[in-house]
T-cell receptor, first 114, second 112 residues
Framework: DAGVIQSPRHEVTEMGQEVTLRCKPI?????LFWYRQTMMRGLELLIY????????DSGMPEDRFSAKMPNASFSTLKIQPSEPRDSAVYFC????????????FGPGTRLTVT | GENVEQHPSTLSVQEGDSAVIKCTYS??????FPWYKQELGKRPQLIID?????GEKKDQRIAVTLNKTAKHFSLHITETQPEDSAVYFC???????????FGSGTQLTVLP
């Protein structure tokens, strides 16, 4: 298996622009998580899905952030409009509802908003 | 919600020595405690985990201990090597939920 796939790996954009991050979970995994990592706040859970349905979005910082999962193999995290404080590494992770609880992380997207 | 505290934030050891990182959690319903290693510029990767029905688990040079009564768990790395240098995160999952709450991380440096 290719593991969790994220794109792009790096994104540089100007303040006010829309940014879309993409994630493909491991095939067969029915949980998908979006995390944000910064030096100041560490690893934060933004939102997670189960069977394509958002379960908990309490970590989404504000209305500028939105996430969708239109099918079992694809999810997006959108920021509109972007701000410099959104600069961070965004990780997607997936896991299965079976016995194992390990979450498998993607390589991350490093977002820089200037 | 769950709160996980991790200490120390930085740790330097000589190669061959042992390293210990400690975490405490707040929710007594938490029942799964993984440890992730993150090398610079890379993704977090699971190195060991423990469930609440077990007090200790070992995997070669790595071990994790859990004290449910005190609500704390620790990572032990023996015979440290330079390649052990990384940031280590503890985490906890509450009950049947799937969301991880992470500690703040420990930067481990193994000095040659």
């Amino acid at each position: 298996d290719a593991g969790v796939i994220q794109s792009p790996r790096h994104e540089v954009t100007e303040m006010g622009q829309e940014v879309t991050l993409r994630c493909k979970p491991i095939s067969g995994h029915d949980y998908l998580f979006w995390y944000r990592q910064t030096m100041m706040r560490g690893l934060e859970l933004l939102i997670y899905f189960n069977n394509n349905v958002p379960i908990d979005d309490s970590g989404m910082p504000e209305d500028r952030f939105s996430a969708k999962m239109p099918n079992a193999s694809f999810s997006t995290l959108k920021i509109q409009p972007s701000e410099p404080r959104d600069s961070a590494v965004y990780f997607c992770a997936s896991t299965t509802s079976g016995g194992a609880l390990e979450q498998y992380f993607g390589p991350g997207t490093r977002l820089t908003v200037t | 919600g769950e709160n996980v505290e991790q200490h120390p934030s930085t740790l330097s050891v000589q190669e061959g020595d042992s390293a210990v990182i400690k975490c405490t959690y707040s929710d007594s319903a938490s029942n799964y405690f993984p440890w992730y290693k993150q090398e610079l510029g890379k993704r977090p990767q699971l190195i060991i985990d423990i469930r609440s029905n077990v007090g200790e688990k070992k995997d070669q040079r790595i071990a994790v201990t859990l004290n449910k009564t005190a609500k704390h768990f620790s990572l032990h790395i023996t015979e440290t090597q330079p390649e052990d240098s990384a940031v280590y995160f503890c985490a906890a999952i509450r009950g049947s939920a799937r969301q991880l709450t992470f500690g703040s991380g420990t930067q481990l440096t193994v000095l040659p």
